[in-house]
């Protein structure tokens, strides 16, 4: 019934809550229902997370109101509801957040959905159900590092940072610093495909891993240099021998397989075609 009220569904509200009547403040109306739902989330915790996280997608199109009374509110009752649910609710956060990270919203309506992720990576338990959709989030946090808004970019810098920490493959490790570098677009790709081409993967890679690598993958194989296609190519090839379950790989495909197809067909190259037909062959084995 309140997430009906946040859309301005007032009569499906009405009928949910078997109210004779239901009338709403047209002025506070809002601004006072999304207190209540702090409130709420504080009273209860994770005991109503459940059903509070069916309000959050509506909450935060508030944050883009016309009355600052309403947005502070919105944020607040984000934040409430987000610190008090279960870590390991997160996935039925998830697609709210995504949303709200979306290039195309406001820079408020990005920022404080940056902010609502870094509440959910607390502790161990935020931290290892975060890590579980480094593949859906990275893409989307890599994605505003080039944002208009200076502030965007910065906490972008700062959540992509954690993320690609939270990855928990060692191999990676010593270069994560350069990985974030790439991404920025602020270190030079044939460098960073260089070296983690010589990286010799000891660890079972998994779809954390490969999301980690991915933003550099993507450029290599773009590159106009043969030689860094290749050494893409190598790379994809090599964490495809490691990966043991089909899941970690079904969420590259759709980018990484056309990629390397592209490259095997179409390269002047002989040596690179085959090196980048070796990356497919391992790719689409694993994924079958």
Same mark, same amino acid.
């Given at each position: 019934?309140?997430?009906?009220?946040?859309?301005?569904?007032?009569?499906?509200?009405?009928?949910?809550?078997?109210?004779?009547?239901?009338?709403?403040?047209?002025?506070?109306?809002?601004?006072?229902?999304?207190?209540a739902l702090g409130t709420m989330a504080?009273?209860?915790?994770?005991?109503?997370?459940?059903? #509070?996280?069916?309000?959050?997608? $509506?909450?935060?199109?508030? &944050?883009? @109101?016309?009355? /600052?009374? *309403? =947005? !502070? +509110? %919105?944020?607040?009752?984000?934040?409430?509801?987000?610190?008090?649910?279960?870590?390991?609710?997160?996935?039925?956060?998830?697609?709210?957040?995504?949303?709200?990270?979306?290039?195309?919203?406001?820079?408020?309506?990005?920022?404080?959905?940056?902010?609502?992720?870094?509440?959910?990576?607390?502790?161990?338990?935020?931290?290892?159900?975060?890590?579980?959709? #480094?593949?859906?989030?990275?893409? $989307?946090?890599?994605?505003? &590092?080039? @944002?208009?808004? /200076?502030? *965007? =970019? !910065? +906490? %972008?810098?700062?959540?992509?940072?954690?993320?690609?920490?939270?990855?928990?493959?060692?191999?990676?490790?010593?270069?994560?610093?350069?990985?974030?570098?790439?991404?920025?677009?602020?270190?030079?790709?044939?460098?960073?495909?260089?070296?983690?081409?010589?990286?010799?993967?000891?660890?079972?890679?998994?779809?954390?891993?490969?999301?980690?690598?991915?933003?550099?993958?993507?450029?290599?194989?773009?590159?106009?240099?043969?030689?860094?296609?290749?050494?893409?190519?190598?790379?994809?090839?090599?964490?495809?021998?490691?990966?043991?379950?089909?899941?970690?790989?079904?969420?590259?495909?759709?980018?990484?397989?056309?990629?390397?197809?592209?490259?095997?067909?179409?390269?002047?190259?002989?040596?690179?075609?085959?090196?980048?037909?070796?990356?497919?062959?391992?790719?689409?084995?694993?994924?079958?």
């Amino acid at each position: 019934a309140a997430r009906s009220l946040l859309q301005g569904k007032t009569a499906e509200a009405h009928t949910l809550l078997a109210l004779d009547a239901l009338i709403v403040d047209p002025i506070d109306g809002d601004a006072t229902l999304l207190q209540a739902l702090g409130t709420m989330a504080r009273s209860f915790g994770s005991t109503g997370a459940p059903l #509070l996280l069916r309000t959050v997608t $509506a909450a935060l199109s508030k &944050l883009e @109101d016309k009355r /600052s009374s *309403v =947005r !502070s +509110a %919105a944020a607040s009752a984000t934040e409430d509801i987000v610190a008090n649910a279960d870590p390991f609710a997160f996935e039925a956060l998830l697609p709210a957040l995504l949303a709200a990270l979306d290039p195309k919203r406001g820079p408020a309506m990005k920022q404080h959905a940056l902010g609502l992720l870094k509440i959910c990576w607390r502790g161990r338990d935020g931290e290892a159900a975060v890590s579980q959709k #480094l593949p859906q989030l990275l893409p $989307a946090t890599v994605a505003l &590092l080039a @944002d208009t808004s /200076s502030e *965007v =970019r !910065s +906490a %972008a810098t700062d959540a992509v940072d954690v993320l690609l920490a939270l990855c928990g493959n060692h191999d990676l490790q010593p270069h994560l610093e350069e990985i974030l570098g790439c991404a920025k677009g602020g270190k030079d790709v044939t460098k960073c495909v260089r070296d983690l081409a010589e990286v010799v993967f000891v660890q079972q890679v998994d779809a954390s891993a490969l999301a980690v690598v991915m933003p550099v993958l993507a450029k290599g194989l773009r590159s106009r240099s043969t030689r860094t296609q290749r050494q893409a190519s190598i790379i994809a090839e090599n964490m495809c021998r490691l990966v043991s379950a089909t899941a970690d790989v079904q969420p590259f495909l759709p980018q990484l397989l056309p990629l390397l197809q592209s490259i095997s067909e179409d390269a002047s190259d002989p040596d690179l075609r085959a090196v980048a037909a070796r990356a497919c062959e391992s790719l689409i084995r694993v994924a079958d």
